[in-house]
């Protein structure tokens, strides 16, 4: 049967917008205005199609317009903020009372665990109110001034006093942005809790300006889109920069070295074109010709370190690898040079030493391993 042209045109012109309407179901996302982003592995229910988030990772938006990442076995909170790369988010109590969720706090269903925890006792006091509270910090939502007030604490010396003329309430686990120090006598407990997740491991593809999501919809296998091509591996442009300058200049010295040798053996026999003829010469030779860099056992020598989640390296200030001037990202392995303690890269370390046998920073000649001497034969 022919179609129509004007039904076959309407058709073509639809099909597109509706594969891109397919698309948009997975873009970026926001509850509001001044909210945190949300994409892969986050998904807004809702919003997003089941395949635009992984499991375990469903927000809602409230009716004004909280983030909330709701978690089994412990209820809603309220997101305030996400690092992608890091594989960590922010989140508080939406009622503002976190306190009150602590106590009952329970993570173990959920994808998520605490980057660092602290353990902190709670108390219920209704004795000497006035000079405990001018000692400790109370918990201003968990309290009642004129009958209680309610204490929380890491520390064994306030634990220990508060033994003696309070209730305990409990005793919790907290995942805090960073322990606490034992003179923090008591805590109100009001900061964002400090979350991290290892699955899925997109932190990668996302410090690397990529996006993460699964392949097809029947599939839970990530995939990693959008990286900027670079064409080349980090590190590499310096050694094409080495290999492609050295045979120029050394195919420079060569056509001069032709021009000199004809003036030389020329007709052209005045006296200063002999002499520069000969300073030419003894400077040419005693240039370099090759580029030597350290062996492969050496360099593998070199210790290694594993980058932890407060990305500190041996030499504080260090924050981006000097060779590719990209950032340290956790669980990237970096190595440094004995000799002068510099750290880099790992990959773009390993090829730049073959062509330069000095650091890139300080230009310090690092030492080779000896080499093994030959077994001379019977």
């Known amino acids: 049967m022919k179609i129509p042209s004007p039904i076959l045109t309407l058709f073509i012109f639809l099909s597109p917008s509706l594969a891109l309407a397919n698309i948009e179901t997975c873009l970026d996302s926001v509850c509001q205005g001044g909210e945190p982003l949300i994409r892969f592995p986050f998904r807004i229910e809702g919003k997003h199609a089941e395949s635009c988030g992984y499991p375990g990772f469903i927000v809602s938006c409230t009716q004004n317009a909280q983030t909330l990442l709701n978690l089994p076995n412990w209820g809603p909170l309220k997101i305030q903020s996400i690092n992608y790369a890091a594989q960590q988010l922010w989140v508080n109590d939406p009622k503002n009372c976190l306190p009150n969720r602590l106590l009952s706090l329970n993570l173990s269903a959920s994808p998520f665990r605490a980057v660092y925890h602290q353990q902190f006792t709670f108390f219920n006091c209704s004795l000497n109110l006035e000079y405990l509270v001018s000692r400790y910090r109370p918990i201003a939502c968990l309290s009642d001034s004129p009958k209680y007030v309610v204490f929380a604490t890491p520390s064994p010396t306030a634990v220990g006093h508060l033994t003696s003329v309070c209730n305990l309430v409990a005793t919790v686990k907290v995942p805090v942005q960073s322990p606490f120090y034992d003179q923090v006598m008591s805590s109100e407990l009001v900061e964002d809790l400090r979350l991290s997740w290892d699955s899925p491991a997109c932190g990668r593809c996302e410090s690397h300006g ?169």
């Not at 002068?340 to 920073?361: M, T």
């Open 210 to 378: 990529g996006r993460c999501g699964f392949k097809s919809n029947d599939t839970f296998e990530l995939d990693c889109s959008g990286v900027p091509s670079k064409g080349i591996s980090r590190g590499a442009r310096y050694a094409i920069a080495v290999c492609i300058g050295i045979p120029a200049m050394l195919c420079s010295f060569g056509v001069l070295s032709c021009i000199c040798g004809w003036l030389k053996n020329g007709n052209h026999d005045r006296h200063w074109a002999h002499e520069t003829v000969a300073d030419f010469e003894a400077l040419v030779g005693s240039w370099p010709t090759t580029v030597s860099g350290l062996d492969r056992p050496t360099i593998e020598s070199y210790p290694k370190i594993v980058i932890g989640e407060n990305r500190r390296l041996p030499k504080k200030g260090e924050k981006t690898c000097p060779i590719c001037l990209s950032e340290y990202m956790p669980k990237e392995t970096v190595k440094s040079i004995p000799e002068c303690g510099h750290c880099f890269h790992a990959q773009c370390i390993d090829e730049w030493l073959p062509l330069n046998a000095s650091c890139p920073i300080c230009r310090t000649s690092p030492r080779k391993l000896p080499q093994p001497r030959a077994r001379s034969s019977p």
